[in-house]
């Protein structure tokens, strides 16, 4: 079967109220949609996220550098075409958004195999439908949920009452004294047989400036040891990453915005973490992420991929070095992805698991008339 379509569009989702992370703000988020079609009329859908103003950037690369290298081509040669397309494009590429736009594709092309073979995108890639285990992301800064300490609380106890014991919450956003209050807070509140992980989004400058951090969060804890710690400093400072996992007891992961597996040999060889954070809609795809997580499962390193928790429960369910996945709920809307899904193709969830869909490909369907209302255009 050959590729005869491929259609790129971008929509762009308002976050349900002012957030920020350490150092930006949060408001607005795009997301490049890509759907590809096949002679006999069946389409796989992919996506990747394209930051708050990257969208219509992400769809010129797949209808401008991209497309040409793929429409006409065996859709069964997924492989082959990464690589041309990667490629192809190493003057305008090899990092960045036109990598999100070459991960949207290749997403795509999985997601269309799977629904022709019938078959969930886990079992296609040889894995398991069986639940995974997941935790509760967010602790956003939101100036209008009141008193920073209460609103990690509060935060905690909403994620409880969704059946997750383990929780991520960020830091760096806040002078380091204020931000130990509010992981003493939200240790106070997980209680026992609950863990907790730190977000910096590269807050701190310097390894010095993030072990001071880490230790003061360290301390805030407690007896109880914190789960990871995230993303301290910039994703360039791969060197710095391994200096301050020697440094420090709470374990350093990182990987979220590295993309393609020659990034992520650094990371490996530096000793920067022993949990990587591969983002398959940043990374390069479904291609790419299998074989950074199959190259992490020779070092023993283990995967608690970054967002995309449609896609990643299927990646995480065919590798046997998950540890965990990354679930946010909808009702926080922050990662509001999954309102231009159907309802009943969104994630289900329970019990601090996530459930393999057994639907064919991804088992996600696009609710066509709210994708419709976000779109943007040139």
Not at 16 to 28: I, K, Y
Not at 255 to 281: K, S, V, Y
Request: charged share 20%; glycine share 10%; with cysteine.
């Amino acid at each position: 079967m050959t590729i005869t379509r491929i259609h790129a569009r971008v929509v762009g989702l308002p976050v349900d109220r002012p957030t920020r992370m350490s150092n930006r703000d949060l408001n607005f988020r795009n997301y490049l949609l890509v759907e590809i079609t096949d002679e006999a009329g069946l389409t796989g859908i992919g996506y990747s996220y394209a930051g708050t103003r990257g969208g219509l950037l992400a769809k010129y690369a797949v209808d401008e550098l991209l497309a040409p290298v793929y429409l006409n081509a065996d859709h069964n040669d997924v492989v082959g075409l990464w690589s041309r397309a990667y490629q192809e494009t190493l003057l305008e590429g090899r990092r960045g958004t036109v990598v999100r736009a070459l991960s949207a594709i290749d997403i795509a092309l999985w997601d269309l195999r799977a629904k022709r073979a019938g078959l969930p995108l886990a079992s296609l890639l040889g894995g398991s439908l069986a639940p995974l285990p997941a935790y509760a992301s967010g602790g956003y800064y939101r100036p209008d949920e009141g008193e920073w300490t209460a609103a990690v609380i509060r935060e905690i106890e909403f994620n409880a009452s969704q059946g997750f014991t383990d929780h991520k919450i960020k830091v760096g956003g806040l002078p380091v004294a204020e931000d130990a209050r509010r992981v003493a807070a939200a240790i106070g509140a997980i209680g026992e047989g609950g863990r907790l992980s730190l977000d910096a989004n590269n807050a701190y400058h310097s390894v010095r400036e993030a072990r001071v951090a880490i230790e003061a969060f360290e301390r805030a804890a407690g007896d109880t040891p914190l789960w990871w710690f995230e993303e301290p400093l910039s994703p360039e400072a791969i060197s710095g990453h391994a200096e301050l996992s020697r440094q420090i007891r709470t374990p350093v992961t990182t990987g979220e915005i590295h993309q393609t597996r020659w990034e992520f040999r650094q990371l490996i060889e530096a000793g920067a973490t022993p949990i990587l954070q591969t983002d398959a809609g940043v990374c390069g795809g479904v291609t790419e992420w299998l074989r950074i997580a199959h190259t992490a499962d020779s070092f023993g390193l283990q995967m608690a991929p970054h967002w995309h928790h449609n896609l990643h429960v299927h990646l995480c369910g065919a590798v046997s070095n998950t540890l965990v996945v990354e679930y946010f709920a909808g009702e926080k809307g922050i990662y509001n992805f999954e309102q231009l899904l159907t309802p009943e193709s969104r994630l289900e969830y329970g019990g601090n698991q996530v459930f393999v869909p057994s639907r064919p490909g991804l088992g996600i369907e696009l609710d066509e008339d709210f994708v419709g209302k976000y779109e943007l255009t040139e």
